[in-house]
């Protein structure tokens, strides 16, 4: 699983630095610059989370799926942007693999 992610990290960064904005969507937004970003991880937020309910009603989750790689992709280029990656997020679920989630919660609260 990491290897898809590892690639997708690598493609994203290089056209972040490389790409021209009128052939890479991700230089576009890149170009465009953090808020449109960030719009862009908020519009796939909602699209997630109308399609988790519509799939609890189908029973088909090809639409959750679909819409989850997307937040998957737009949150990837949020981080590329602020210069971390995925692996720091795996980082941090592995640090927090094994903990309940109500200690883990408690203790950023600390």
Same mark, same amino acid.
């Given at each position: 699983?990491?290897?898809?992610?590892?690639?997708?990290?690598?493609?994203?960064?290089?056209?972040?630095?490389?790409?021209?904005?009128?052939?890479?969507?991700?230089?576009?937004?890149?170009?465009?610059?953090?808020?449109?970003? !960030?719009?862009?991880? #908020?519009?796939?937020?909602?699209?997630?989370? +109308?399609?988790? &309910?519509?799939? *609890?009603? @189908?029973?088909?989750?090809?639409?959750?799926?679909?819409?989850?790689?997307?937040?998957?992709?737009?949150?990837?280029?949020?981080?590329?942007?602020?210069?971390?990656?995925?692996?720091?997020? !795996?980082?941090?679920? #592995?640090?927090?693999?094994?903990?309940?989630? +109500?200690?883990? &919660?408690?203790? *950023?609260? @600390?």
């Amino acid at each position: 699983m990491t290897d898809v992610l590892t690639a997708l990290q690598h493609t994203i960064e290089q056209r972040i630095k490389d790409a021209d904005a009128d052939k890479s969507y991700v230089a576009s937004l890149h170009q465009r610059g953090l808020n449109r970003i !960030l719009e862009k991880v #908020g519009e796939e937020c909602v699209e997630t989370i +109308i399609a988790a &309910k519509d799939a *609890r009603t @189908s029973g088909d989750n090809s639409e959750l799926v679909g819409e989850t790689a997307d937040l998957w992709f737009h949150s990837m280029i949020m981080l590329a942007e602020l210069g971390e990656s995925a692996d720091s997020v !795996l980082n941090e679920l #592995g640090r927090r693999f094994g903990l309940s989630g +109500i200690d883990e &919660k408690l203790s *950023r609260n @600390s």
